[in-house]
């Protein structure tokens, strides 16, 4: 059946804001997904595009004109995207390289020359607003700021949250928040204040966290960093009168989360403002003349980046906890098929919690967990809901993407296990995926190589036989913070800064190479794989990786004579680090089910 058009499916919500758009004189308006934060994951208050479209997606931008409503994701969504959008009145448009606005030459293309484009300045960055003006100035298309559009449409939009923050120890942190202060202003040159926007990067300046958005242990918050000042807005109630204290002993100032307006122009008018373009919203930066800010590089994301000792010495511990609990999941699971159940997807997905939350110092999921079974495993970023989840039957393939928050760490995992005997071809795409993760996980590479450079080792056995997938490699993890972070990842896309990043030890990085065949079966393994060095000789340092994971990868799915006799030897040395980690930590029935999977091969 053909889609409807936009003009026949059009709701409540979306003729609203068409009515705003023509009191307002404009032609298009635009609605990411981020918060003024420029978060990946955003509070429920900040879901404007999930409000207005329905799609859940974490990457996505909304524009809708007087006509036509569409949405832009990458290809990790665009079945859940198809799905989602279906008579909401906004039709999907694939991205063809993720990240990037390709909506703008879409505007170019429909808006006549002297049109107008809205959008709100809090939720664009200065460096995007930059790009999308030059971009529409070749029609001569105006990008006009309409700040509270959506705040008049969006009648019962949730609050801002209110849950308190919390402060993380020195032995989990490992520094004290006053030497990370330290080193931060040591690279303020030229500016006499910083400008902290991300909320990942204030929750592990300060040593705090919180729980302001699902799965992310931040609080929503700006800080304004001096040479001898801080000033952190936040909503003072959020903190507790003794960590309170502590900060104000520590020279931190507390201030309302509304109050940076003031401070920005108070600070402005002594000395320059250090300022990321990529982070600073639209919004704050036009508060104040250009020449009272000065463009710096991140000064926080290269040193969060790089764990040190005790955090890494946590990691390691919360990996156990992690492999314990996974391995209780998938008994339960091969018991519950063996006694004819059929668990449905979210069931699996709410045990697997279950299970994470008996270990000490769980705090929640990383992410929502993603149990694609059969077919639902192509959908990149699946996620089943109770009331539609597939039930998983003991034939076929199961993927399992998920992760844990431990005060220790972060942890991501994702495993793809046959429910059944499976035909050579689902072996065949397996087996490939698994020589990628090996010879990624098992590189050597000079200081300065960077994750562009190293993603070709994950992809090459299946570009060999014509067959690819649509997502990046790799991508950096937080401390006890956002599974996703950078600045390091590893992407075939050479034009992104995560790419451009050279990886160095210490850095906590996925490598998650994947197949996918739609409405059949997805295939993806990955651990948490830690930077360290290998060795320096006459031409330099030279580092590999070690991964920090621990659980079993599938070995029945495996077909053998694909692999080659040193990938064996990678896989049962794994393993055997896995039997001796967690072995300690099990008994019985336990200890014998994870001896059968870490058998050599």
Not at 296 to 318: G, S
Not at 411 to 440: C, F, M, Q, W
Not at 528 to 555: H, R, S, W
Request: glycine residues 8%; contains cysteine.
């Amino acid at each position: 059946m053909p889609k409807k058009s936009s003009k026949f499916s059009e709701g409540p919500v979306l003729y609203g804001l068409r009515q705003a758009m023509q009191e307002h004189g404009l032609d298009a308006f635009l609605i990411p997904s981020q918060d003024p934060h420029q978060s990946e994951y955003v509070a429920d208050h900040w879901q404007v595009r999930r409000w207005l479209t329905g799609f859940t997606g974490s990457a996505g931008t909304a524009v809708v004109t007087a006509s036509v409503a569409h949405l832009w994701t990458d290809s990790r969504y665009f079945i859940q995207a198809e799905q989602q959008l279906a008579g909401s009145g906004f039709a999907l448009k694939k991205l063809t390289v993720p990240y990037t606005a390709e909506y703008l030459d879409w505007l170019l293309d429909d808006l006549p020359a002297g049109a107008t484009v809205g959008c709100d300045a809090r939720l664009f960055t200065v460096s995007q607003a930059r790009a999308a003006r030059r971009k529409l100035a070749e029609k001569d298309i105006e990008l006009a700021f309409s700040n509270y559009l959506i705040d008049e449409l969006w009648t019962d939009r949730p609050a801002l949250p209110d849950d308190p923050v919390f402060e993380l120890e020195p032995k989990y942190a490992g520094q004290r928040r006053s030497e990370k202060l330290k080193a931060v202003r040591s690279k303020m040159k030229g500016a006499g204040y910083y400008l902290v926007t991300a909320l990942d990067e204030i929750a592990w300046l300060l040593n705090i966290r919180g729980n302001d958005v699902e799965c992310n242990p931040v609080a929503i918050s700006y800080l304004l960093l001096g040479q001898e000042s801080v000033q952190w807005f936040i909503d003072p109630a959020k903190v507790p009168a003794p960590l309170q204290q502590t900060l104000e002993q520590d020279g931190i100032d507390i201030q309302p989360y509304t109050g940076l307006a003031k401070a920005l122009h108070e600070a402005g008018a002594q000395q320059p403002i250090g300022y990321q373009a990529e982070a600073n919203s639209v919004y704050y930066y036009e508060q104040l003349e250009p020449e009272c800010w000065k463009k710096l590089p991140n000064l926080i994301a290269p040193l969060k980046a790089v764990r040190n000792a005790v955090e890494q010495a946590n990691l390691k511990a919360a990996m156990r906890k992690d492999g314990v609990a996974l391995l209780r999941l998938y008994r339960w699971l091969e018991q519950a098929l063996s006694d004819r159940q059929q668990p449905t997807e979210f069931e699996i997905g709410e045990k697997l919690a279950g299970f994470r939350a008996e270990q000490e110092g769980y705090f929640g999921e990383s992410f929502p967990a993603i149990v694609g079974y059969a077919g639902n495993g192509a959908i990149v970023h699946y996620r089943a809901e109770a009331g539609s989840a597939a039930a998983v039957r003991p034939e076929g393939v199961l993927l399992l993407d998920s992760g844990g928050q431990y005060r220790e760490g972060t942890t991501d995992i994702t495993r793809t296990v046959a429910l059944s005997p499976v035909n050579e071809d689902v072996k065949d795409h397996y087996t490939r995926v698994l020589k990628g993760y090996i010879a990624l996980s098992s590189a050597v590479f000079p200081d300065g190589t960077t994750g562009v450079q190293l993603d070709i080792l994950a992809r090459q056995h299946l570009w060999a036989v014509g067959l690819n997938y649509g997502h990046g490699t790799g991508h950096g993890v937080g401390h006890f913070l956002n599974v996703h972070e950078g600045p390091q990842g590893v992407t075939p896309n050479p034009r992104t800064s995560r790419g451009q990043t050279p990886i160095v030890p210490g850095m906590l990085t996925s490598n998650e190479p994947g197949f996918y065949k739609a409405g059949e079966y997805g295939i993806r393994i990955e651990n948490l794989d830690l930077c360290v060095e290998k060795m320096e000789t006459d031409t330099g340092k030279f580092y590999t990786f070690e991964p920090q994971t621990l659980f079993p990868i599938a070995t029945d799915l495996i077909l053998l004579p694909l692999l080659t006799q040193t990938e064996r030897q990678w896989l049962n040395e794994y393993h055997a680090r896995v039997l001796e980690e967690l072995s300690p930590l099990l008994k019985g029935a336990e200890q014998a089910w994870l001896e059968k999977k870490c058998r050599a091969i």
